[in-house]
């Protein structure tokens, strides 16, 4: 379910819930039953993951002061030694 909202020239606008992509351009006021068209606003923003609003960000400020990279990041510490489980495979 999606809510989407329209908008009544008379009564002001209201909300409509229904299946995402179903919603019609134009609905009816449920208060005096004219036509209310659709009206497009943005989704609550205020309920964004502090993690994912940081990543937009951003995503949003390398569109034009990206980060250049000159070479490539160190590869990660490693041991040398096997992992234990690979002891338990069937060998050849
Ligand atoms: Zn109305």
Do not use: W
């Not at 909202?5 to 609905?27: L, M, R």
């Not at 209310?36 to 609550?44: G, K, M, W």
């Not at 923003?45 to 002061?65: F, G, K, M, Y």
Request: net charge positive.
């Amino acid at each position: 379910m999606a809510t989407y909202e329209y908008q009544c020239a008379e009564c002001g606008s209201f909300e409509y819930h229904t299946a995402i992509g179903t919603a019609p351009s134009v609905g009816t006021c449920p208060v005096c039953g004219r036509e209310a068209r659709r009206i497009f606003s943005p989704p609550s923003l205020v309920r964004t993951p502090p993690a994912l609003a940081s990543a937009l960000q951003r995503e949003e400020a390398s569109r034009d002061n990206p980060a250049v990279v000159t070479k490539t990041p160190p590869r990660p510490h490693r041991p040398r030694e096997p992992h234990p489980a690979l002891a338990h495979l069937p060998r050849p």
